[in-house]
Structures are given as C-alpha cells and as structure tokens.
C-alpha cells in the first residue's frame, strides 16, 4: 500500500467518512463498510484528501492540463486537489466545474473556472450508477478543444451492478477512458488486514466482495 493510500483511509477514518457496521446501500445491499467523502469537511481534512488525489493523479494519469468537477461533490474536490499540484509539485494546473443549470445573466453559460482545452481529468468522489459522469461528458464533448483523458476517483468499490461489469467499468468502455481511485476495495482489505483494531470487520468484508466483488476481484 502506497504511503497516500493509508493516509486517506487513516484520515477517512478519523472523520468518520469511512465507517464500519452494517449499511443498506441504496441497491438494497448490505454492506460492511460505508464511505462517504462529504465528511471530509475541514481545512485540514479536506487538505489531507487533496494531497492523496494529488499523488494518486501523478501516479496514474499524470498528463493532464485541467482538472474538472461535477457539480456538486466535484466543486470542492478539483478546487482542492489544484492547489495541492501546486504546492507539492509546482503544477500550476487549471480547474473548472458545471454549473447545474447554465447562467442566463452577466457573462452566463454553463462552465465556471479555467478554459475548457487540453487534456481533461475529472475528479469525482465515487462512481455509483455513472450518472453525473455521463452527464459531464456529454456537457463536455460539446467542447472542441478539449479531449476528457481520464476520471480519478476517491474510492472504487469494484462492486458489480446488475450486469457482470462495475459502473467504474461501464464508464471506461462507454467512453474510452481510465478510472482510477486514490484506494479501492482491495486496498482497504488489505488496510483492514494489517490493523489490529479493524481485523474483525475483515470476515465480513471479503464475504461481500465473493458476493458482490468483480470476478478479476
């Protein structure tokens, strides 16, 4: 496990955006572990949670020359995760979101934040249907000069849906791209695994990944 790894998940835990138990998802599964991203919501948290985008983007797709933010949860993700290329690596690198509904008053349309062009990374907190990511990418092939070159995510569950294949995956073969996570389920087995204090939640969690894992799981 990569250092940035067991950062996130150690702040993760601490501010309660990873939990532990018994979740109803809202697929009707049971889960033994719940995330939830919006709970990184401090200076300090959400500085933590920057820097490990930051590192897992230069590790996994680093040509890039904007980062982009669904509206909502992608707003403070891209804000964040720039100024974290630019202290930790120099990167001065652009970023931009959607609005939800485009601006019809002063210079109005639908984008806010640096041009659209280049090569595009979307930063997002999970990937659960694929829904705002389809709608992001429609918004943005609208776009003549920029090219979407990838999608980094906080979390991947690699959890199948109702077909034999992830929404992570759906989303790499609808549009070509790669979707990479700062940490996925197999990190947090194995995060899980080395803790003393979390190795009682491990039964639990490999049962689910059996049942509801990806077969390359």
């Given at each position: 496990m990569k250092s940035y790894q067991k950062r996130f998940l150690d702040e993760a835990l601490k501010v309660g955006a990873l939990k532990f138990g018994e979740f109803?998802?809202?697929s009707g599964r049971v889960s033994p572990y719940f995330f939830n991203a919006g709970l990184f919501s401090s200076g300090q948290s959400m500085g933590v949670l920057a820097e490990c985008y930051a590192a897992a983007l230069f590790e996994h797709m680093p040509e890039f020359d904007l980062l982009f933010g669904p509206a909502y949860k992608g707003i403070p993700l891209v804000s964040a995760a720039s100024i974290a290329c630019a202290q930790k690596s120099g990167r001065d690198v652009p970023f931009a979101f959607n609005r939800k509904e485009r601006k019809q008053h002063g210079e109005g349309g639908q984008f806010v934040g640096?041009?659209?062009k280049g090569r595009i990374v979307i930063l997002d907190d999970v990937i659960t249907?694929?829904?705002?990511?389809r709608e992001v990418?429609?918004?943005l092939s609208t776009q003549s000069e920029c090219e979407v070159v990838g999608c980094m995510l906080a979390l991947d569950r690699q959890e199948c849906g109702q077909k034999a294949v992830s929404a992570v995956q759906e989303v790499e073969q609808s549009f070509g791209i790669p979707v990479r996570s700062v940490v996925n389920l197999e990190g947090?087995?194995?995060y899980v695994a080395q803790s003393e204090q979390l190795q009682p939640k491990l039964d639990a969690i490999k049962a689910y990944r059996h049942q509801y894992g990806l077969q390359s799981s």
């Open positions: 109803v998802l809202k640096g041009a659209l249907a694929g829904t705002a990511i990418m429609q918004l947090l087995i194995d």
